[in-house]
């Protein structure tokens, strides 16, 4: 119904947001992902949205990418996975990420997630297979390395999103320690 909001970022607490729409403020819910990247309150920003209707709740959904929404809307497709659970795994995870992760059916990784248990992540792992295929990961993720993964969790442990932690790994050497190339990283997104 209500696909996409463009309008000015009114207000910002996680995992919620006000956006004004010319004159109309919507709350919208989003991941961290999104939430990470999301200008300064005030600033003109468009956010694709999923917008959910129960009975006791109308809940808008926001999402900075195609790629995200997609990902949602395949998380809540899942017997026992609502939508507050998918947005809980996808502000723990990036698409690319949990792509790599159905991929490899690594179902500890998904326990990590707050909220995600091991029979939901092995419900998971199970109807997540072949769904979140190359459109929904981003080109790089089957090229990282272990190193480079861990480097870009850390970094966005640290706060960057995965957006910067992706750029800073691109100037790195591609057979550098994880400890090496976590100093690197630092150093050029510091300048």
Same mark, same amino acid.
């Given at each position: 119904?209500?696909?996409? +909001? !463009?309008?000015?970022?009114?207000?910002?607490?996680?995992? +919620?947001?006000?956006?004004?729409?010319?004159?109309?403020? @919507?709350?919208?819910?989003?991941?961290? !992902?999104?939430? @990470?990247? /999301?200008? *300064?309150?005030?600033?003109?920003?468009?956010?694709?949205?999923?917008?959910?209707? =129960?009975?006791? $709740?109308?809940?808008?959904?926001?999402?900075?990418?195609? #790629?995200?929404?997609?990902?949602?809307?395949?998380?809540? %497709?899942? !017997?026992?996975?609502?939508? =507050?659970? $998918?947005?809980?795994? /996808?502000?723990?995870?990036?698409?690319?990420?949990? !792509?790599?992760?159905?991929?490899?059916?690594?179902?500890?990784?998904?326990?990590?997630?707050?909220?995600?248990? %091991? %029979?939901?992540?092995? =419900?998971?792992?199970?109807?997540?297979?072949?769904?979140?295929?190359?459109?929904? #990961?981003?080109?790089?993720?089957?090229? /990282?390395?272990?190193?480079?993964?861990?480097? &870009?969790? *850390?970094?966005?442990? +640290?706060? @960057?999103?995965?957006?910067?932690?992706?750029? &800073? /790994?691109?100037?790195?050497? $591609?057979?550098?320690?994880?400890?090496?190339?976590?100093?690197?990283?630092?150093? *050029?997104?510091? =300048?």
């Amino acid at each position: 119904m209500i696909g996409r +909001l !463009s309008g000015l970022l009114a207000g910002k607490s996680p995992p +919620l947001v006000l956006l004004d729409v010319q004159g109309v403020g @919507y709350e919208v819910d989003v991941p961290m !992902s999104t939430f @990470y990247n /999301l200008p *300064a309150v005030g600033e003109p920003v468009v956010l694709l949205t999923h917008f959910v209707v =129960r009975e006791d $709740a109308q809940v808008l959904f926001g999402f900075f990418t195609e #790629a995200e929404r997609a990902t949602f809307r395949e998380l809540v %497709k899942i !017997s026992g996975v609502g939508p =507050r659970t $998918a947005l809980s795994i /996808l502000s723990g995870l990036s698409v690319a990420e949990l !792509s790599q992760t159905v991929a490899r059916q690594d179902g500890a990784r998904l326990v990590k997630v707050p909220g995600i248990g %091991k %029979k939901t992540a092995e =419900r998971l792992l199970l109807e997540l297979k072949g769904k979140l295929g190359p459109d929904l #990961a981003l080109p790089h993720a089957a090229a /990282l390395s272990d190193a480079q993964g861990d480097i &870009a969790q *850390a970094l966005q442990a +640290l706060g @960057y999103s995965d957006r910067e932690a992706q750029a &800073a /790994l691109k100037a790195l050497p $591609a057979d550098i320690g994880v400890s090496d190339g976590i100093k690197l990283a630092l150093k *050029a997104l510091n =300048r």
